[in-house]
């Protein structure tokens, strides 16, 4: 067995823990459970079938999945190959602190949003003071405030997208379609063919992939293929070229018109502003 030290980081103060995984060669079994703190997941890989308030969600590279305090979550099947940060934040002082600078009334988490380069300056701040012979206490609550605002600040920001959660409905080829998408991400995947795969008629098909992963299937595939693109732009040198033909995109136009539309930001601009961070490597780094 692995030692747990070989596994990931545990960075702690007394209102905030921020959890890296950086590898993991054993499997984590599927489980659900709830606690009282705020808690927020950032993969750095995809994470498949992650379970928030009875709703199944394909982990994206480059987003924050945000779990309100309370609320139900876990996996729906084993995981393998993990690799994501995990922040819990005390319930009392996450609200404390929001309610001062942003949001008076709290907020409600209930969809995803996309990572930003202060976070990633600020886990990195909190991870260098707790690993100092004598941490400045002073120093990592505001550091631990920061990071509230800036999760708060980029969760009202999109507030737009809001997807609402509906409790999926038994459809017992979910976890084959979604192995199936994952695997074939880079083919060119129709409505017919997947829905054959469920025999289900098309119709039926679209409306139940809605409520089982809060997206049309055809949003669902656009939002796998940027995440895999995502992570190559970060973590690899290949050109953009060969990351459009990787991630499933028809041409390298048509990739960059896609990140862009969704991202607002261009490929090459997202990988210049993450890899200077050093996204995965740095923070992956004890």
């Known amino acids: 067995m692995i030692a747990r030290s070989d596994l990931y980081g545990l960075y702690n103060y007394k209102y905030l823990s921020i959890d890296i995984i950086k590898e993991l060669s054993e499997v984590i079994p599927s489980f659900n459970h709830f606690h009282s703190e705020y808690e927020f997941i950032i993969p750095l890989m995809p994470i498949s079938y992650l379970l928030i308030n009875n709703t199944i969600y394909y982990g994206e590279y480059g987003?924050?999945?945000?779990?309100?305090?309370?609320?139900?979550?876990g996996l729906t099947q084993d995981l393998n190959h993990a690799a994501y940060i995990n922040m819990k934040i005390d319930k009392s002082f996450f609200e404390e602190?929001?309610?001062?600078i942003i949001c008076p009334n709290g907020i409600c988490f209930n969809y995803e949003f996309d990572i930003t380069p202060r976070l990633f300056?600020?886990?990195?701040?909190f991870k260098e003071e707790t690993l100092r012979l004598y941490p400045c206490n002073d120093f990592l609550m505001h550091i631990a405030s920061l990071i509230c605002i800036?999760?708060?600040?980029?969760?009202?920001?999109?507030?737009?997208?809001?997807?609402?959660?509906d409790k999926y409905p038994p459809l017992h080829t979910?976890?084959?379609?979604?192995?199936y998408i994952i695997s074939n991400h880079a083919k060119d995947l129709?409505?017919?063919?997947?829905?054959?795969?469920?025999?289900?008629?098309?119709y039926h098909f679209i409306r139940t992939f809605k409520k089982c992963f809060g997206n049309s299937p055809y949003n669902f595939i656009i939002n796998i293929r940027l995440s895999i693109a995502k992570m190559l732009l970060v973590n690899t040198d290949l050109s953009i070229t060969e990351i459009s033909m990787q991630s499933g995109f028809l041409s390298p136009n048509r990739f960059a018109e896609v990140f862009r539309q969704k991202n607002n930001i261009t490929p090459s601009k997202y990988r210049k502003t993450f890899k200077n961070i050093g996204l995965t490597s740095h923070l992956s780094s004890n």
Do not use: W
Request: hydrophobic content about 40%.
């Open 63 to 73: 987003k924050v999945y945000p779990i309100q305090s309370g609320t139900v979550h």
């Open 190 to 202: 129709s409505i017919d063919d997947l829905s054959s795969i469920c025999n289900l008629s098309r």
């Open 150 to 165: 800036e999760l708060s600040f980029n969760g009202l920001m999109t507030q737009k997208n809001q997807r609402i959660p």
């Open 174 to 179: 979910v976890k084959e379609i979604f192995d």
């Open 97 to 100: 602190t929001i309610a001062n």
């Open 121 to 125: 300056v600020l886990i990195n701040l």
